[in-house]
């Protein structure tokens, strides 16, 4: 009795912890994929409230923000951090781009949480 007891304990807190380890580095990805630290040239962008970021590595943002002043760094080199636009359908595409050309150059779409500029003009 005893033991068909601590069998069946052993086998539910097995199969508790199944879950968390399967879905722990799904976490880890999902927070790498929205989020983003960009450094690079800010321009203004096509529609009113959009910017553009060409960033360092050579990929291009498009970027809006309701809480950084982005207007103020046009022309200037800047850090931005925030979060990518539909971020599963954004890794999704990167992973596509990644396998069909590896030497192209990422590109998305970022809410910005934060900017400070690095310098007061853009690297060429």
Do not use: I
Not at 16 to 40: I, N, Y
Not at 59 to 83: C, M, Y
């Amino acid at each position: 009795m005893k033991a068909k007891l601590a069998l069946s304990f052993l086998a539910l807190s097995s199969l508790a912890m199944v879950p968390r380890a399967s879905f722990a580095g799904q976490d880890e990805q999902k927070k790498s994929d929205s989020t983003r630290t960009l450094t690079g040239c800010l321009s203004t962008g096509d529609k009113s409230g959009e910017y553009n970021l060409t960033a360092d590595d050579g990929s291009t943002w498009v970027l809006n923000s309701k809480t950084a002043k982005l207007g103020e760094h046009v022309g200037h080199t800047v850090t931005v951090n925030g979060r990518v636009w539909h971020a599963g359908m954004h890794g999704a595409k990167e992973k596509t781009k990644d396998e069909t050309n590896p030497n192209a150059t990422e590109h998305g779409h970022l809410n910005v949480t934060d900017v400070s500029m690095v310098s007061e003009s853009c690297k060429r």
